[in-house]
């Protein structure tokens, strides 16, 4: 029988990061820059939440977004990607070790929400110890909604086409609306002929008056 990945374990994580260097989920950024870049604001801080060892806070001040707040929950990999971290070329990029389930308004430093928040499988590891009712995952987005400003957007990258972003804050007046789902064709090199293609998905979700 084969033994299910925890890949929504902290403990997995640190256990992981110890050993791991750098492992780019889903897709690199030279596939990903055209397709969130509209979704982008230069002069506004952008919330990369369950970072891990990902070096897109790095490729996107490379490009002018300069302002990038990394999270993850695993202390070591923090550690890590500040030692890696050249504070004279990234003045402003800051990693935190804190658990997102737990609640994100403490990096919205200007209380004013965030216009763009991006994941890029966090709510893939989340999901794999989640309830039937998505608890975990509906309270990820009871967060994120918390900390993104009216008409901000959520860039969730996913291995599933069938994810379902819902807010059980909706009742204070506003909600997640899945504005695009972008697909992302896998390039695969050793695929048999004719096999079926491979995609990952970026989900824009718009936050909009319920």
């Not at 300069?66 to 500040?82: G, K, L, P, T």
Request: with cysteine.
């Amino acid at each position: 029988m084969v033994k299910a990945v925890p890949f929504h374990s902290q403990d997995y994580w640190q256990s992981r990061f110890e050993n791991e260097q750098h492992f780019e989920w889903l897709t690199s950024w030279p596939t990903l820059e055209p397709l969130i870049t509209p979704y982008l604001a230069v002069d506004e801080p952008i919330l990369h939440i369950g970072c891990g060892n990902s070096t897109l806070a790095f490729d996107l001040a490379d490009r002018g977004y300069s302002r990038v707040i990394n999270v993850d929950y695993a202390a070591n990999v923090i550690s890590q990607m500040e030692e890696q971290t050249d504070r004279l070329r990234y003045p402003h990029i800051e990693w935190h070790a804190a658990d997102c389930l737990a609640g994100l308004c403490a990096f919205d430093k200007e209380t004013k929400g965030f216009t763009t928040v991006i994941d890029k499988s966090l709510v893939d590891a989340i999901a794999c110890g989640d309830t039937v009712d998505l608890a975990a995952q509906r309270q990820l987005a009871d967060h994120v909604l918390s900390v993104t400003r009216p008409g901000g957007v959520w860039l969730s990258i996913s291995f599933s086409s069938e994810r379902e972003y819902v807010s059980d804050a909706a009742r204070d007046g506003w909600t997640w609306h899945c504005e695009k789902t972008i697909p992302i064709e896998q390039k695969q090199s050793s695929s048999p002929l004719n096999a079926p293609a491979i995609y990952h998905w970026i989900y824009v979700l718009r936050k909009v008056p319920s």
